[in-house]
């Protein structure tokens, strides 16, 4: 009899670099093209389906003897094809619980080194990228979350276990790639929620307080500066914390800088490429080297692997590290634009509807619709 996993220990598994098992991931070939946990092998199969020797070959021929994990999206025909590989006489099959889905709603925890007075933990969304901090005082008891996920309860959790009250959500821009947990979480705690002042141009639906240019936020005798940094998006601020980091939202990853149409249109994206060139030029670059920057995604790569660092490990760098090794920091103006414009990626998946649900003019009908919508790995940097 096959057994069932869940997504966590499959990643445990994946993380131990244990041998002796194969993935096989049931969906169609696209599906799997796009996005899949590392080493699966794509073997389709249909929700009616059966298993056949073309089928059967290629699981042999990518298990070579080795137990055999079967995925799929959400957990259906990866199951049927367990039971049907333990039907032909396969000894030991698995079926990850939840497929995909659940691969979709895993995080991991990173400490970030700061001083004693300091306390940083970088939540990272496994299979999207995404990234969001609780920034506190150890002495204080106090934090603040910001750009929170939809599974909000971790946050909670993770205050608790960390011995701090979470007294402000931020979000450092209205996301494009993921729904928001920000005001929910707010509204939850009862505290204040916060975006960028220029966020009240963007007819949001709802109630924010704004923060302005260099306004602060105190948890203790922790200094949190907003720094208003338009690109992304008109409304994206940074959020510096005391002399230790400064992070960055989708401003400045490690890797890349943030791509700018996706609330501008692709007409529009000169302007806020010429926004971002201000941004990395005027303010973010003239900041001390030493800070550390926390960016809001790490990119995840078509096989499920981090482009920079590996789970469980905090996605950062010295600002001074990331200048030297983003060759976009180093062209001109022109040149700098003309690449954000012409160099396009592909659109994250169902981007304007989550922008219409982070800016209050629709609400998912369940978390089943939003984990739909929210489906792949981010796709924010230029």
């Not at 055999?68 to 333990?86: F, N, P, Q, R």
Request: glycine fraction near 8%.
């Amino acid at each position: 009899m096959f057994e069932q996993i869940t997504a966590r220990e499959l990643a445990d598994d994946i993380d131990a670099d244990e041998d002796g098992y194969a993935i096989v991931d049931t969906r169609p070939e696209d599906s799997y093209g796009s996005w899949h946990v590392p080493g699966a092998a794509n073997v389709p199969f249909g929700p009616a389906e059966t298993l056949d020797d073309e089928q059967e070959a290629a699981v042999d021929e990518h298990a070579d003897d080795d137990s055999i994990v079967t995925i799929c999206g959400k957990g259906a025909t990866s199951t049927t094809l367990a039971a049907e590989l333990d039907a032909a006489g396969y000894d030991d099959v698995a079926v990850v619980k939840g497929g995909m889905r659940d691969w979709n709603a895993l995080y991991e925890q990173a400490r970030v080194d700061t001083s004693d007075d300091v306390g940083i933990m970088q939540f990272q969304r496994r299979g999207k990228g995404c990234l969001s901090y609780l920034v506190g005082s150890p002495d204080a008891e106090e934090a603040v979350v910001v750009d929170p996920t939809r599974h909000i309860e971790q946050f909670v959790v993770a205050a608790a276990e960390h011995g701090v009250e979470i007294t402000h959500v931020l979000d450092t821009h209205v996301h494009a790639d993921h729904v928001s947990g920000g005001r929910e979480l707010a509204d939850k705690l009862d505290v204040p929620y916060h975006l960028g002042a220029r966020a009240e141009e963007r007819d949001l639906q709802y109630e924010f307080e704004s923060l302005e240019d260099g306004d602060t936020i105190h948890v203790g005798d922790v200094e949190i500066t907003a720094l208003a940094e338009p690109g992304h998006t008109t409304e994206m601020v940074n959020y510096r914390v005391g002399d230790e980091a400064i992070l960055t939202g989708d401003a400045l990853f490690v890797d890349s800088v943030g791509r700018t149409e996706l609330e501008f249109g692709d007409d529009d994206a000169e302007n806020g490429a010429e926004m971002a060139y201000e941004t990395l030029h005027e303010t973010l670059t003239a900041l001390p080297d030493d800070l550390t920057v926390l960016p809001g995604h790490v990119t995840v790569t078509s096989d499920g692997r981090f482009e920079n660092g590996s789970p469980g490990e905090p996605v950062s760098a010295p600002l001074e590290t990331v200048e030297g090794q983003l060759d976009l920091l180093g062209l001109d103006r022109d040149e700098f634009v003309e690449r954000l414009v012409e160099d396009v990626p592909a659109k994250p998946a169902n981007y304007e509807t989550v922008i219409d649900i982070n800016i209050g003019r629709e609400r998912p009908e369940s978390s089943r619709q939003a984990a739909k919508l929210e489906t792949g790995a981010n796709n924010c940097a230029a």
